[in-house]
């Protein structure tokens, strides 16, 4: 399984950016899939989870109303839109695939992993 994360880049605050997530190796509406991001000197944080049918998401209440996630199941990619944009949104950003059609907001919860994406959001 390979998790191709991109997008990321250097945005002002309260500006957008797409996220995109190439998943290969596995049977992708079979997988929930997330995004997680880790700032420096913090924990790992679910941002949100989409379901294999993406009929269910999670978001974490820190970026709800601002964030989207979504899948093309038929192109293997898992999106993540990100709106209003904040200074304290600065993080790399990491794609994972569960082994599950749903999983929890759990890293443990998470097998596969993509290689990260800087997202730097400046004040």
């Known amino acids: 399984v390979q998790l191709q994360a991109s997008g990321g880049g250097l945005v002002q605050a309260g500006g957008s950016l797409r996220l995109s997530c190439v998943a290969s190796?596995?049977?992708?509406?079979?997988?929930?899939m997330a995004w997680f991001r880790q700032a420096p000197g913090k924990e790992r944080e679910a941002v949100t989870v989409i379901s294999g049918s993406g009929g269910t998401r999670y978001y974490a209440d820190s970026v709800k109303g601002r964030f989207t996630i979504s899948r093309d199941n038929a192109k293997l990619t898992v999106y993540l839109q990100m709106d209003s944009l904040k200074p304290e949104d600065t993080a790399v950003y990491y794609c994972?695939?569960?082994?599950?059609?749903?999983?929890?907001?759990?890293?443990?919860?998470?097998?596969?992993w993509g290689q990260g994406t800087q997202l730097t959001v400046s004040s």
């Open positions: 190796g596995l049977t992708f509406d079979d997988h929930s």
């Open positions: 994972a695939a569960s082994r599950r059609p749903w999983a929890p907001p759990n890293p443990y919860e998470f097998a596969y």
